[in-house]
């Protein structure tokens, strides 16, 4: 995750247990590819174009095309959320005013695996420690 997306006061909530979940039983054999890389084409177009990319490989085919991309979801907002493209959106997003949730999301751009890395609440406080 881009350091600028979360202050240190926000609270993270991380799925990386579920992740695991879902790539141990893919190794296992209790899921398949086809259930585990279906990112929907919104998010291919959005993972080819907007994202930031992450220095780990694909736990399902090892590429080393693995991205990170971020939405913010809230009140104002529209419906399918907004994508949260660098610092002075995010900036943008905190100074609303209103109670605003992101979600990073990985993807790989190989086999199109996708899962929710984590969630976070932003607000328009603490405005200076997000870009540290």
């Given amino acids: 995750m881009p350091r600028w997306q979360a202050s240190k006061n926000d609270g993270i909530v991380s799925y990386r247990l579920a992740r695991q979940r879902t790539v141990q039983a893919f190794h296992e054999g209790r899921r398949t590819a086809t259930e585990v890389c279906d990112a929907q ?5 959005v993972a080819h174009h907007h994202a930031a990319p992450l220095n780990e490989p694909c736990p ?3 590429a080393d095309d693995l991205v ?3 939405f913010a979801f809230g009140s104002g907002l529209p419906k399918g959320g ?3 493209a660098d610092l002075r959106e995010m900036t943008r997003l905190r100074h ?3 109670p605003t949730t992101c979600y990073s999301l990985e993807i790989c751009r190989s086999c199109w695996w996708n899962h929710l890395r984590e969630s976070y609440a932003i607000s328009g406080d603490d405005l ?4 540290n």
């Fill in 41 to 45: 084409p919104e998010l291919r177009r």
């Fill in 60 to 62: 399902i085919c090892d």
């Fill in 82 to 84: 907004r994508l949260v």
């Fill in 68 to 70: 990170s991309v971020t």
């Fill in 96 to 98: 609303r005013g209103k």
């Fill in 128 to 131: 200076s420690s997000s870009a």
